[in-house]
């Protein structure tokens, strides 16, 4: 394992806080799954979970390279292929600009691979337009970033409740799945707060509570507890754990943070553009 991929100091990602701030509230609601054309894609996938039915998301020979001020072209990632089943936690790791951010920005529709497509709840990316591709990220897709990026104005209930509003659930509807949710992360007596009154740790699990407020396929989650304290790094880890378990979301994490990747099904090593497998966790075992 190399040694750079794990720092449980917090860590700053100007990518992420960007994307963050221009998609966050931004989820929409979306009927109840139905399980997607992936499963025989989803196999052929490598890294894809062992005898996994289905996948909640895939992403096929994936490439992005970024143009540099000097017109040179940066590769990050060279042929990404993975598949993730529901109810499935996948760690990623890797070296401070091995391309993890920009690796979950392409898993997640927030932009397009320069080589390559995912399937994202059954549904290929491929020639998808901007407004379609959209539309499935707010439906199919949750995000929690290092820093919550909740609104300032707004209680924990109203943030939770606004994807639900913005895809057009009436208020009572909403209101009592932002509930529901809140009370699931341990926040049913916090809900009225704004999150200048909450913790740092209570900050960010509303911001799980939003993410998940849409019922999205696909949880990701960039340097979740990068910012946090060892004490609400744990009761974050734990919550995502039984969080993918229960609601059967299929969950990539980007992290430096053994304890976390320790919960993941698979660890995965972003190295050279590919994803490899990695025996990061403590404890080993990772297929
Ligand atoms: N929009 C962009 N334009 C040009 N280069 C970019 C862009 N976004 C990222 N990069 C470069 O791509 C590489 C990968 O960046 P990325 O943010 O994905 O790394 P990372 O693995 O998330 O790193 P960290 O652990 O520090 O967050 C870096 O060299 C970065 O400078
Ligand atoms: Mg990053």
Redesign the pocket.
Known sequence: MDGDAFDDGP?T?G?SEQAAASVAPANAVHPPRAPGPAGAAAGAAAGSAVGAPLAVLEAHDLWKS?R?GDGAL?A?LSGVDLAVAPGEMVAIV?A???????LLHVLGALDRPTRGYTVIAGQSVAGLADDALAALRNRAVGFVFQFHHLLREFSALENVMMPLRIAGVAPAPAQARAEELLARVGLSSRMHHRPAELSGGEQQRTAVARALAVDPAVLLADEPSGNLDHANAERLHELFAELTRDLEVGMVV?THNRSLAARAHRVLLLDGGRLVPTDARAGGGVA
């Open positions: 860590m990602d990518l970024y540099g940066l990050v890797g401070s600009g091995a391309g993890k951010s920009t980007v």
